[in-house]
């Protein structure tokens, strides 16, 4: 189920009693928790070793409370975002948050890894979005922080310890969400194959435009196409406007004046056109996922692209996120030394490199979880006091 | 037990004998924050200016086992900087140094102490602000709106505090200083800055902070709806948001706040309106106007008497200083004191609320104004008494209680910005399930075992109105009873 580890049962709870129950049973049996929705980040961390139950959180997949006129919902953990949205846009609104495999992907699935995409620049990620939250603790009892209102400062707010928290923390049950209205207008102009000099020169600029994009992409261009083959430092970008449609035609009309380069509309999703491959578990070999102030993106494109063996890249420029991934075997010495080179970069601009996959005996010898920061120390004592027996997704996560 | 002098002693050696007060008539302006009806004095008040400052007063208050607290204004409504049980306050006022702005990261690195305010007129030349916008921006601190999360007008298209800090640099209980986030996003592991913000001063002392700074909007439209009553603006407000508009900010101020403010600022508000409601959208100038016009529409469809524009950068700075100053101007009423609550509840509710608080208002006998951010569902209901008169007091607490306890029963919050505090501690129990307590007492453990940093605050101590801490009962303040 995660890679050679297969707990000793997989059990579908179909409530919170059952779900208790099955908690406690583990923790008396001095079994462990292994929580899960579509599984598309199953591979995510260390590989797991200490036995104990799967848990399936697909039969929590109900709507508890839709107030669309508070812009907020209260929904099960275990609802896919796709149903999710559904549910969302028949009142016209949306969780505007890019959660890649959206038709199989779970809420707390998504809560758990802090999923995010290209909208994060303009809308924000998850703990912007989450506003109250249900979870399972070490002893099988369901307990709640936040409330179902957009203003609430009462009590800790473990709302945001959960988003990210790979599951580690108690299994999530309940979960509130702020929304938005969806757009009127939509608009996205596309720039294809230019080369280094430039990358740096666009995303400046598109830091200093009078447009007020809400996603911002640069891509590896030969990440675009099957054919014909591109050489690994040409680069395609996706800018995306989202607005009332006289704001909408208005920035198209801005940015293709302020840019001196030819910008062409996109019809398509740029999903469609690029995001699909990052996303397809099937083709990756190897991945990571890198963070660094935004100012840092173009050196650490251009470094990459550099190597002998390069990655396909997204980067969601505006935020210094980089997601690369190579589709090819490559051996272990080659990828340890791109990964620490990139790594080394990625710390020196206040940031780190988690690697997302790869292969299972590699786990071993990788800081899969990145640079050791000095704030782990605490984390491991937040996961000591919220979860003493280490229950929940034990040998996963960097806090142990 | 009595408080350890040899600690005043290392202090003043430590830090200088100008960043140390002890005089009892000194420690008198310590005795209470915003939220006067509760007062209990320091022992000692402390002014570092830099981070191993903190650190040092921290170790010696562990050596000595004195309780500790941070302040930063002191503009808490809930008593978040009372200093149960005596002890060390740690002032952050002279830590106020801007360190760092970055604007192509879009971040700036502030000391505690910095006015929130002081932020975002050092960002003008640059055409960036600095989000949360508390009504109290011109004295509250940064630090301060870190230990609230706090709030403000434009939270309902911005969001608060926690959704514009990047990351933190907290000295421990223990004295250990750890940096959480930073100025990248997504750094793996526990978003320690997510539960750090709000924390209220109980897992350390915040001593560098790392902020989001937002670029301005294009334009803006600041409308000024006025109607009827209160009924009809609530009304209002709840068409917009179902029309799928976001504003930057929805205030009301009823007729009570009114007649203060105007009494004050001399906008030309109308005297017999029943409420009325600052709209305000923002974004790109393109569409902004139909956006507006179609909220005028909204306006009016609620009977809105008539609908008025800021028209101009000085009007609208003149409306914002009529709503952010609405507090100072209570006194133009006539009442020695006032208390502000602080509730909130599903923005549908909001109509019952106002009616529910009208009728507790009479009940009690108490005047009460109100003015709040009525997009969110923030309530602000002012009680106006004389704080002299001991009966009027338990009115005033009994009054406010009833309508924190509607505000849970309409499926909200018993504060939306202000934070727990020492207010709001026994509506916990109302709030949260024992099991739901327990684990933010959990929490706390991991930050905070020895409990000596901000002790009492926030969270029910066990056995909620049983003994009080070891802390409180060495120095118990004047606790006004309901």
């Not at chain 1, 209102?149 to 310890?161: E, M, R, T």
């Amino acid at each position: 189920m995660i890679e050679n580890f297969n707990p000793q049962s997989i059990h579908r709870p179909a409530n919170v009693a059952e779900l208790g129950d099955l908690i406690r049973r583990a923790s008396a049996e001095g079994l462990a928790l292994y929580p899960f929705g579509g599984g598309t980040m199953q591979h995510l961390g260390y590989t797991p070793t200490k036995p104990g139950f799967g848990v399936d959180m697909r039969a929590f997949d109900q709507v508890i409370d839709y107030p669309a006129r508070d812009m907020t919902i209260t929904v099960q953990a275990g609802i896919t975002i796709a149903k999710l949205q559904e549910v969302l846009a028949k009142e016209n609104q949306r969780l505007p948050i890019d959660v890649p495999q959206p038709e199989i992907a779970t809420l707390g699935g998504a809560i758990a890894v802090n999923a995010s995409g290209p909208r994060r620049y303009g809308y924000g990620t998850l703990r912007d979005y989450v506003i109250g939250i249900s979870f399972m603790n070490d002893e099988g009892q369901e307990v709640k922080a936040g409330g179902r209102v957009v203003k609430n400062v009462a009590g800790y707010d473990i709302c945001k310890l959960q988003i990210g928290a790979l599951g580690t923390l108690g299994i999530i049950t309940q979960v509130t969400l702020k929304v938005k209205p969806k757009p009127e207008a939509m608009g996205t102009l596309w720039l294809d194959n230019f080369g280094p000099k430039e990358l740096t020169e666009l995303l400046d600029g598109l830091h200093r435009t009078q447009t007020r994009p809400v996603a911002v992409d640069a891509v590896t261009s030969r990440s675009t196409r099957p054919e014909p083959k591109l050489a690994a430092d040409r680069f395609s970008m996706c800018v995306l406007f989202e607005d009332s449609t006289e704001a909408v035609r208005w920035q198209v009309s801005q940015w293709k004046s302020e840019s001196k380069y030819q910008w062409q509309n996109l019809n398509m999703s740029f999903a469609a056109r690029y995001l699909a491959a990052f996303t397809n578990p099937l083709t990756m070999g190897l991945g990571f996922h890198a963070n660094m102030a935004p100012s840092s993106c173009s050196d650490f494109l251009q470094a990459t692209v550099a190597f002998s063996l390069p990655p396909h890249l997204v980067c969601n420029a505006g935020n210094g996120i980089v997601y690369g991934i190579w589709n090819d075997e490559l051996p272990l010495p080659n990828a340890a030394n791109m990964l620490t080179s990139l790594r080394q970069f990625t710390v020196q601009n206040h940031g780190n490199l988690v690697i997302t996959r790869c292969p299972a005996e590699w786990k071993r010898e990788l800081p899969i979880w990145g640079e050791p920061r000095g704030d782990w120390a605490l984390m491991k004592k937040v996961k000591q006091a919220i979860d003493p027996k280490n229950l929940f997704n034990p040998g996963k996560f960097l806090v142990g | 037990m009595t408080f350890p002098m040899p600690l005043l002693d290392r202090l003043c050696s430590f830090l200088g004998p100008d960043a140390v007060l002890s005089a009892p008539s000194d420690m008198l302006v310590y005795e209470c924050d915003g939220f006067t009806i509760e007062k209990n004095r320091p022992d000692i008040v402390v002014f570092p200016t830099s981070t191993e400052q903190v650190v040092g007063i921290v170790k010696l208050c562990i050596e000595f086992n004195v309780p500790f607290l941070p302040r930063g204004a002191g503009t808490s409504l809930a008593g978040g900087c009372l200093p149960v049980g005596g002890g060390v306050m740690i002032a952050l006022s002279r830590m106020k140094r801007i360190l760092e702005v970055n604007i192509r990261d879009r971040y700036a690195v502030v000391e505690p102490g910095v006015v929130n305010l002081w932020l975002t007129n050092h960002l003008k030349p640059y055409g960036y602000h600095y989000a949360p916008d508390p009504s109290s921006q011109g004295a509250c601190t940064i630090g301060g709106n870190v230990a609230t999360n706090s709030g403000g007008p434009h939270t309902l298209k911005y969001g608060v505090t926690v959704n514009h800090v990047l990351g933190v640099e907290i000295v421990l209980p223990d004295g250990e200083v750890v940096q959480t986030g930073g100025p990248a996003e997504d750094n793996p592991g526990y978003d320690l800055t997510g539960v750090i913000v709000g924390s209220e001063g109980t897992f350390g002392i915040v001593t560098k902070i790392w902020c989001r700074i937002t670029r301005n909007p294009q334009a803006y439209r600041t409308l000024l709806g006025i109607f009827e009553n209160v009924d009809d603006a609530s009304n209002a407000i709840s068409d917009i948001i179902g029309a799928g508009i976001v504003p930057a900010a929805l205030e009301m101020l009823d007729r009570l706040i009114l007649s203060a403010v105007e009494k004050r600022y001399h906008f030309g508000f109308p005297l017999d309106a029943g409420a009325v409601l600052i709209m305000e959208v923002d974004g790109l100038e393109a569409g902004l106007e139909r956006e507006a016009e179609k909220i005028t529409q909204i306006a009016k469809k609620n009977h809105a008497r008539e609908v008025r524009r800021a028209n101009t950068e000085a009007d609208r700075a003149l409306l914002w200083k009529c709503r952010k100053q609405a507090f100072g101007a209570v006194a133009q009423l006539g009442y020695p004191s006032y208390c502000t609550q602080d509730g909130v509840v599903p923005r549908s509710k909001l109509p019952h609320m106002m009616r529910f608080i009208q009728q507790v208002s009479e009940k009690y006998k108490i005047a009460i104004a109100n003015v709040f951010h009525a997009g969110d569902g923030n309530l602000h209901p002012i009680t106006l008494f004389d704080e002299r008169n001991p009966e009027e007091v338990q009115r005033v607490l009994a009054a406010g209680n009833e309508i924190l306890e509607e505000c849970i029963r309409q499926g909200g919050s018993v504060t939306g910005e202000h934070g727990i505090g020492v207010e709001k501690i026994d509506f916990m129990p109302k709030l949260f399930t024992q099991e739901d307590l327990a684990m933010m007492a959990r929490l706390r453990q991991a930050f905070n075992p020895e409990g000596h940093c901000s002790p009492e605050k926030m969270l029910p101590t066990a056995g909620a109105c049983a003994e009080p801490s070891r802390f409180q009962a060495a120095k118990p303040g004047r606790r006004a009873a309901v």
